[in-house]
C-alpha cells in the first residue's frame, strides 16, 4: 500500500522536478537544507500561542491555542488544541507533514465530539480567520520547494542569504516565496508570498528569536501582514518546552478525541 | 426524566467537586448558558394537533477535566428546562469518566460517547450510544454511555474493546407534543428481549487504521440494540399505549474514507443480525472542498451521499432507509468563525423531502448566536414521518461561554 502510494507520487513528481530542476541552484538548495539541519534532532515540542487578529480599521480579535510537535523521520506531525475563544475551545487539528506536502489532516470538533479527515485542500485557506494560511504553519520541509540563491544582504538578523524558493505541489496557494535567513545561526527573518498572478500578497516577519538545548532557535513573535487588504496578524509565541515524552501513540487520529 | 435531572444534578457537583478539589495546573471547568426560542410551522389537518407552536427553553452544559500525569478524569453534564412538555425539560451526563494512559494501552472506566463512521447524513456503523431525539429529533445528538474499554495501538492500526453493563432506553417527548417519532399513545414501560433487561452485558470492538489517504474501520457489536420498535397494549384502564421493545442484536459494520486533494470517498456498511433475521445496511458519499469560494476567504464543501438501509427498525422510523442526501457547509474561515449548513434528504421510495439549515456565528467575545431551521416540506402518508408533519420549526438560540483560564 505504502509502496504503491509512494510510486504515484514519483510518477506525478517527476514532471515538476524535471520543470523546476533548471530554476534551483545548488547555493540555494545548500542554505535551505543547512536552515533544515541546523533544527534537526529536537524531538518534540510544546508551547502555547496567542493570535491577534487586527482588521484594516484597527479592531482585534483574539484566538488562543497550544501546540505539540514531535519530530519523525516522515515528516513532524503536529497538535494544535484551541483554548479561545470558547466557542471553538477543545477544537483539535492534527497535522501529519510528509516530505512532498502532501499532509494528512484531521480536526476534533467537540460539539460534535466527532473527529473528521479533512480534503488537504483545506491548507491554502486561511487558518482560523487569520491571515496565515494553514501551509503558511505546517513544517517547511527542504523537498516541498525549488530553491534559488538571489543575493546577500543586511537584515534585522544580521547579514542575511536572500533565497527565492518555489512550491513543487501545485495545490499551494503562492506562486513564488522570498525568504531572508541569516548567516549566522540560519533563522528566518522575513519571508514574502507571492499569490498564484505573481504579486505581493503577504509579508512575514519575525522577532524574539530565543535559543534553547543551546541549539534550537525559536521566534516569540510572527508578524504576518496582508499588503493587499492591509490587514495583519501576530502570533506570540510562549512556553515553549523540549524533550516533554511524547510519543507517536499521541498523535494518532484515533486519539485526538482525547486531546486536552 | 425528574429523577434523572436530580441524578444528574448531583453528578454535576461531584464532576464540580472532583476536578476542582484541589486547584491543580492542569484543570479548568467550562460553562455554557443558552437561551432558544423555537416557533413550529401552522397545523395540518390529518395529524394530530399539537399543544403548543412556541417554545422557549433554556439550556446549559458544564464540561470539567482534570489531569495527574497519565491519568485524567472528566466530566460534562448538559441539562434543559423548557417551557412547554415534561420530557424535553431533561438532563443527562454526557460523560464521567476516569482515563488512563500507559502506552501503549488507554484505559477507560465511566460514561462516555464514542462516535464511529465516516459520512455526514446517516450514520450506519455508529451503534455504541442512545440517541437523545428530544434534543435532536435526526438523532445527531446522543446521551452517554457506562463502559468499561481498552484501546490499543501500534503501527497496524488501533484496536479498542468495550463493555457496557448498562443499557440506557431512548427518551422521547410526551404525546401532543411536536417531534415525537412514536405511535401516538402514551410510552409504556420498555420491554427486553433479554432476561438480563437494562443490565444486559453489551460487547464491541473495533479496529481503526489510517494508512496514507485512507481511513479504515472495522467494527462489532453484540448486544441489546438502541433503535426500539414499538408493542401497542392496553392499560388496566383500557387505554392503548405503546412499549418501546429493545431486542438482542449482533452487528458488523466497515467504514472507508478516501480523501485525495479536494475530495473525499466515504463507505459505510453494515450486517445487523437481530429476532433470527440478518438485514443489510449501507451509505455511500462524495465530497469535493472548494477553498476560497468568489475571491472571499470562505470555504464550501460539498456533499452527495446515499443510504439504503433493510434494517428493522431503523434508527429513526421512516427516516434514512432509501435517500438521497444533498448538502453544502461553508466555512467562513472569519475572524467570527461564521458557519452555515444546508441539509436535504429526498426519500425515494416515498416521494418525501426534508431540509434542515443551520448558521451560526460569533456576535461577541463569548456569545454565539445560532439559528436552525428543519423542514419537512413534503410528507408522503405513507412515511412513518407523516407524525412529523406539522412539526417544520426555526429556532433562534444564543449562547454565552463562562471559561475557566486554560492552564
Keep these: 500500500m505504502r509502496s504503491l502510494h509512494l510510486l504515484i507520487l514519483a510518477l506525478s513528481a517527476g514532471a515538476s522536478v524535471a520543470f523546476a530542476a533548471d530554476q534551483t541552484d545548488l547555493r540555494g538548495l545548500e542554505i535551505a537544507t543547512q536552515a533544515d539541519k541546523r533544527d534537526e534532532g ?18 482585534t480579535t483574539q484566538r488562543r491555542m497550544r501546540a505539540r510537535i514531535l519530530e519523525t523521520e516522515s515528516g513532524d506531525k503536529r497538535l494544535i488544541i484551541f483554548d479561545e475563544p470558547g466557542d471553538v475551545r477543545g477544537t483539535a487539528v492534527l497535522t501529519h507533514t510528509h516530505l512532498d506536502g502532501s499532509d494528512d489532516q484531521w480536526v476534533y470538533l467537540p460539539a460534535l465530539e466527532r473527529v473528521k479527515r479533512i480534503a488537504t485542500a483545506g491548507k491554502t485557506g486561511p487558518f482560523m480567520g487569520s491571515e496565515f494560511a494553514y501551509e503558511d504553519l505546517t513544517a517547511q520541509e527542504v523537498a516541498r520547494y525549488t530553491y534559488k540563491h538571489l543575493k546577500d ?41 507571492y499569490d498564484r498572478k505573481d504579486s505581493l500578497l503577504k509579508v512575514l516577519t519575525f522577532d524574539g528569536y530565543q535559543v534553547f538545548d543551546e541549539r534550537y532557535w525559536r521566534a516569540r513573535s510572527m508578524k504576518m501582514e496582508n499588503v493587499q487588504t492591509g490587514k495583519h496578524t501576530v502570533i506570540e509565541w510562549s512556553g515553549y518546552k523540549f524533550g516533554n515524552g511524547l510519543t507517536d501513540a499521541a498523535f494518532d487520529p484515533s486519539r485526538l478525541a482525547d486531546s486536552r | 426524566m425528574g429523577r434523572s435531572m436530580a441524578n444528574d444534578g448531583r453528578a454535576l457537583c461531584l464532576v464540580a467537586a472532583m476536578v476542582l478539589a ?63 412538555g415534561s420530557e424535553r425539560t431533561h438532563g443527562d451526563i454526557r460523560e464521567l469518566q476516569w482515563l488512563w494512559t500507559r502506552e501503549p494501552f488507554q484505559f477507560r472506566a465511566g460514561i462516555d460517547r464514542v462516535f464511529w463512521g465516516v459520512t455526514e447524513f446517516a450514520h450506519i ?14 438523532g445527531e445528538t446522543k446521551i452517554g454511555q457506562p463502559m468499561l474499554s481498552v484501546t490499543t495501538r501500534g503501527a497496524w492500526g488501533s484496536l479498542s474493546i468495550y463493555g457496557m453493563p448498562r443499557f440506557r432506553v431512548r427518551g422521547f417527548p410526551d404525546v401532543g407534543e411536536p417531534m415525537r417519532p412514536a405511535p401516538p399513545f402514551g410510552l409504556g414501560a420498555a ?32 448486544g441489546t440494540s438502541r433503535d426500539p420498535k414499538f408493542l401497542i397494549g392496553v392499560t388496566a384502564s383500557g387505554v392503548p399505549e405503546s412499549h418501546p421493545y429493545y431486542e438482542l442484536m449482533s452487528q458488523a459494520g466497515v467504514d472507508v474514507q478516501l480523501t485525495l486533494d479536494e475530495w473525499a470517498f466515504k463507505f459505510e456498511g453494515a450486517r445487523r443480525h437481530a429476532a433470527q433475521r440478518s438485514r443489510n445496511a449501507y451509505t455511500v458519499g462524495i ?78 467575545a463569548r456569545w454565539r448566536l445560532n439559528a436552525q431551521a428543519r423542514v ?6 405513507r412515511d412513518p414521518l407523516t407524525v412529523l408533519k406539522n412539526d417544520s420549526y426555526l429556532s433562534l438560540s444564543l449562547v454565552r461561554y463562562f471559561l475557566s483560564p486554560s492552564q
Design chain 1, 42 to 59: 529536537f524531538g518534540d515540542t510544546t508551547a502555547t500561542l496567542t493570535m491577534t487578529l487586527y482588521s484594516s480599521r484597527g479592531e
Design chain 1, 153 to 193: 544582504e543586511p537584515c534585522s538578523g544580521g547579514q542575511c542569504f536572500v533565497i527565492e524558493r518555489h512550491p513543487v505541489n501545485e495545490s499551494s496557494g503562492y506562486s513564488r516565496q522570498i525568504v531572508w535567513i541569516d548567516e549566522a545561526e540560519f533563522r528566518v527573518w522575513r519571508v514574502e508570498f
Design chain 2, 22 to 84: 484541589t486547584g491543580a495546573r492542569a484543570s479548568h471547568c467550562d460553562l455554557t448558558a443558552g437561551v432558544e426560542a423555537r416557533r413550529y410551522s401552522d397545523q395540518e389537518a390529518g395529524v394530530p394537533p399539537r399543544d403548543y407552536r412556541t417554545l422557549a427553553s433554556v439550556q446549559s452544559e458544564l464540561s470539567c477535566s482534570r489531569s495527574y500525569g497519565s491519568q485524567s478524569v472528566s466530566g460534562k453534564v448538559f441539562g434543559r428546562w423548557a417551557q412547554h
Design chain 2, 125 to 138: 456503523v455508529d451503534v455504541i450510544n442512545q440517541a437523545d431525539i428530544v434534543e435532536d429529533p435526526f
Design chain 2, 191 to 222: 420491554v427486553f428481549e433479554s432476561r438480563d433487561g437494562r443490565r444486559h452485558l453489551d460487547g464491541a470492538m473495533r479496529y481503526s487504521r489510517s494508512q496514507g489517504p485512507v481511513d479504515i474501520g472495522l467494527s462489532y457489536f453484540e
Design chain 2, 287 to 364: 465530497e469535493y472542498a472548494m477553498v476560497g469560494i468568489l475571491g472571499t476567504s470562505a470555504d464550501l464543501i460539498s456533499i452527495l451521499e446515499y443510504v439504503r438501509d433493510r434494517r428493522d427498525p431503523l434508527p429513526l422510523p421512516g427516516f434514512l432507509d432509501d435517500d438521497l442526501e444533498f448538502g453544502f457547509r461553508i466555512a467562513g474561515n472569519d475572524s467570527r468563525t461564521s458557519e452555515l449548513k444546508l441539509g436535504v434528504t429526498f426519500d425515494r421510495r416515498r416521494d418525501s423531502r426534508a431540509w434542515s439549515l443551520e448558521f451560526g456565528t460569533r456576535i461577541a
Design chain 2, 376 to 381: 419537512f416540506d413534503k410528507v408522503s402518508p
